[in-house]
């Protein structure tokens, strides 16, 4: 036996007589972890981290299992030391459903257990801010709700009876009085109704400190930067009060671009989500098909062909570069570069994008992985343009790269000691990826719980330990070195073979069961969690997203700080909007 | 190479001018050196939604390269661009503050729906939270089809919108300020002020026939 089966079993020792009645194993079919009612939830979760080590809590999410009448909270809990996951779920009432919130154990949940309340209506008792998050307060309903349906409304699942196999089509405008696809509540009346002000919500949130002993009085004011803002990266809103130009508190809205994935995610079939998947973070698409395959295949149990493994992580990695050579270059922008240092950042991702295009067909949408394999070989001339790239010329950029800026007086002062995040906080806010490791905490889960083949690999996971903006922008620096290094290996270890295991078909019937497949996305850990009931739909269909819940430490890094440095601090963080929102 | 300056087309083809003050004189209408100077200079408005917006960077980045075109100074200011580039998916929580900036931007401007989502919803249409393209609520000139459009569209697009502008006339353009849009709500859901009654009406007959039907569930169960 193991040393590491050893620990498991001695850890479900320890949570099965430590709770005897309250907590039990998930015995249903093709799901893991553990079930805790949910008056034990504070006391199980506590001896986790302070007992087992379980100190990161990576995702939350809920599942409305309706014809069991019942609502899920799914917890993932990590060790920053690396492995596997635990899995422990609450299981509630649909009608009021009420848990316990894990804010005061893990401050990282807050955003997560926001999302399930406003998608989901799922109550955290305890909870700090307990608002809507991705939508606005008084919305009507909660629409991933599975008997909430949108005005589009159709059918419950694709392909859609209308369209195939009898070939109709219509507008779903002529079906909507409206010819838009709004619907309101039964004997609403927009005259006589008030609005639910959530910007005044917003504002009375923010806290406000007074100054004791100072004679000249001030007052603090709010500012809204977004969410129409040139360096908001896209459309984001920060709330600040500010005493002078200094930060007191700072609050992030986000939902401007909540497009409804997973809501149209658990309609579609399971392979029409993967060009989705593309819009997630749209400067990371082959990253983000990764993490989707992975969780999928994990159901099917199927495993790609050697050939294909190689090419998912030559592609995974060219994909990281292009996103942090353009999150450098944004980042200057952001420092107020005016677009100089972009234009080096870009031109070397325009071509990583030639490549995408000539292998997947679309420069950034690529849509190129399946279930046990990839779309389409890598031709032998864009092998060799990749050859070209990652042993002439990439390494030689990035040092030009590294020569104009890193030593830079006006990056280094602006940089160096602003918006510190700790490794304690990192860990506690559930940061991932470049922010977490810039705060000296060497977690990657290539490393920490290998995926695919990266466990053949020879490389670092990079690390700073200032936790600060300019260590930010070094770990990127750092991991494109490390990435090209990856694909080095791989170029010269690729064998010839078939590129996806069995026949490719359109139509998956995955077993039923829960899968949680996670990658290291160049904004950290991207994890889909998905559930199947054996037919070709997911039940439940979510993502993980870095970008989202690395804000939560947004407010953290930027108290006391001057507002001009809550956008570097933003720009540092590097999100994408398509995946913050989904 | 020939020494014949570049015909920019602004000659009215009516007028003999002299063969030495060609290139120095050029007679030709109010209209057409108004819309030439408009064409070469429309500045975008620095503002992005989604993925579309990415490809619009890259379009402006070196090797697209719109500043060709004169369209490179990127105003982050509504009030001093001509045309907005609504470039990704509109949803309705983003609305409000898009015609508002539509409202602020000076006359004569232009809408330009970049990509599939700002023309018609693309792919994610039937999302509750996104609305079926901007063109419901924005007047829109030129829609660029592409998921996302590649940067060769987008200047595709644009070209066309600089041929719509040379057909417009001073009387046109300046003829009437442009209407103002009532800025949308963010009720139940988004409500456009001018559909107030339609609502009402709406709801009206929905719970009546939410009534009905309770009523008559009530009589099947007696």
């Known amino acids: ?582 | 190479m020939s020494t014949k300056p570049k015909d920019e087309g602004l000659n009215s083809p009516k007028y003999e001018i002299p063969e030495d003050l060609q290139g120095t004189v050029t007679i030709t209408t109010l209209d057409r050196i108004y819309n030439w100077g408009r064409r070469n200079s429309l500045w975008p408005m620095m503002f992005g939604l989604a993925c579309c917006a990415i490809e619009m960077i890259c379009t402006a980045a070196a090797r697209f390269d719109f500043a060709r075109f004169g369209m490179e100074v990127m105003r982050p200011s509504p009030r001093q661009s001509d045309v907005m580039i609504v470039a990704g998916t509109v949803t309705k929580k983003m609305l409000p503050q898009i015609v508002r900036l539509y409202n602020q931007m000076a006359d004569p401007k232009y809408v330009v729906a970049m990509g599939a989502c700002a023309s018609g919803g693309g792919p994610f249409k039937e999302g509750y939270n996104v609305v079926a393209g901007i063109d419901k609520y924005l007047p829109v000139d030129v829609y660029i089809p592409g998921c996302p459009p590649t940067p060769q569209a987008l200047i595709y697009g644009l070209m066309k919108l600089q041929e719509k502008i040379d057909k417009q006339t001073i009387k046109e353009v300046y003829g009437q300020p442009s209407e103002m849009i009532p800025i949308p709500v963010l009720g139940p859901d988004i409500m456009d002020p001018r559909e107030y009654d339609k609502i009402r009406e709406y709801t009206r007959q929905k719970a009546e026939q939410e009534a009905a039907a309770a009523a008559e569930a009530e009589a099947a169960q007696a």
């Open chain 1, 1 to 582: 036996m193991s040393e590491q089966t050893v620990m498991i079993q001695n850890e479900e020792e320890v949570l099965l007589s430590r709770f005897p009645e309250v907590v039990k194993k998930d015995e249903r079919k093709g799901y893991e972890g553990y079930i805790v009612e949910a008056k034990a939830l504070k006391d199980f979760a506590t001896t986790l981290r302070d007992e087992l080590g379980y100190d990161y809590l990576s995702s939350v999410t809920g599942v409305d299992y309706l014809p069991e009448g019942k609502m899920e909270v799914v917890y993932h809990a990590y060790k920053t030391t690396g492995g596997p996951a635990l899995v422990f779920k609450v299981q509630v009432p649909r009608e009021n459903p009420v848990v316990p919130s894990l804010v005061p154990i893990y401050p990282g949940a807050d955003f997560q257990e926001r999302e399930a309340w406003d998608l989901l209506g799922i109550k955290f008792e305890g909870h700090p801010n307990l608002k809507r998050i991705l939508m606005w307060e008084g919305f009507h309903g909660h629409p991933l709700r599975k008997d909430w349906r949108e005005p589009f409304y159709e059918a419950e699942h694709k392909p859609y009876k209308s369209r195939f196999p009898n070939g109709e089509f219509f507008r779903a405008e002529d079906r909507n009085p409206f010819g838009k696809n709004v619907d309101y509540p039964a004997g609403f009346d927009p005259e006589t109704w008030t609005p639910d002000n959530s910007n005044a919500l917003i504002y009375e949130g923010l806290g406000r400190v007074e100054k004791a002993g100072d004679d000249l009085p001030t007052e603090q004011i709010v500012v809204n930067l977004g969410p129409q803002h040139p360096s908001t990266h896209g459309v984001f809103r920060m709330v600040v009060t500010l005493d002078g130009e200094t930060i007191v508190d700072l609050e992030p809205v986000m939902g401007y671009l909540h497009r409804n994935h997973e809501k149209i995610g658990e309609r579609n079939t399971w392979l029409m989500n993967m060009p989705f998947t593309d819009r997630l973070d749209y400067l990371a698409p082959m990253s983000n098909n990764f993490g989707y395959a992975l969780a999928v295949e994990k159901l099917l149990g199927v495993k790609p062909p050697e050939r294909a493994e190689y090419i998912r992580v030559i592609m995974a990695e060219l994909t990281r570069i292009q996103n942090h050579i353009f999150a450098i270059g944004m980042f200057l922008n952001d420092m107020g570069a005016y677009f100089t240092p972009s234009l080096y950042a870009i031109e070397e991702r325009e071509l990583i994008l030639d490549i995408f295009e000539a292998v997947a067909g679309s420069r950034m949408m690529v849509n190129y992985f399946r279930f046990g394999g990839v779309a389409r070989d890598i031709p032998e001339d864009v092998m060799a343009k990749i050859r070209d790239l990652a042993f002439e010329r990439l390494p030689r950029r990035i040092d030009e790269l590294d020569r104009y800026l890193t030593n830079s007086e006006i990056v280094r002062i602006r940089g160096e000691g602003v918006g510190v995040l700790t490794p304690e906080q990192a860990i506690a806010y559930s940061a991932a990826g470049p922010v977490l490791r810039a705060s000296g905490v060497p977690y990657d889960v290539r490393r920490a719980d290998p995926y695919s083949i990266y466990d053949r690999f020879d490389f670092d996971v990079a690390v700073r330990y200032h936790g600060d903006v300019y260590d930010r922008y070094l770990i990127r620096m750092d991991e494109v070195r490390q990435s090209i290094r990856i694909i080095q290996q791989a170029l010269d270890q690729i064998p010839e073979g078939p590129i996806v295991a069995g026949k490719q078909q359109y139509q998956h019937r995955v077993p039923a069961g829960e899968a949680y497949g996670r990658v290291e996305g160049p904004k950290g850990e991207l994890g889909f969690y998905v559930v199947s009931t054996g037919k070709t739909n997911p039940w439940r269909y979510h993502v993980r997203a870095p970008s989202f819940i690395n804000l939560t430490a947004l407010a953290e890094m930027c108290k006391g700080h001057k507002v001009a440095d809550a956008v570097i601090i933003l720009g540092s963080i590097d999100i994408v909007l398509g995946e913050t929102d989904r």
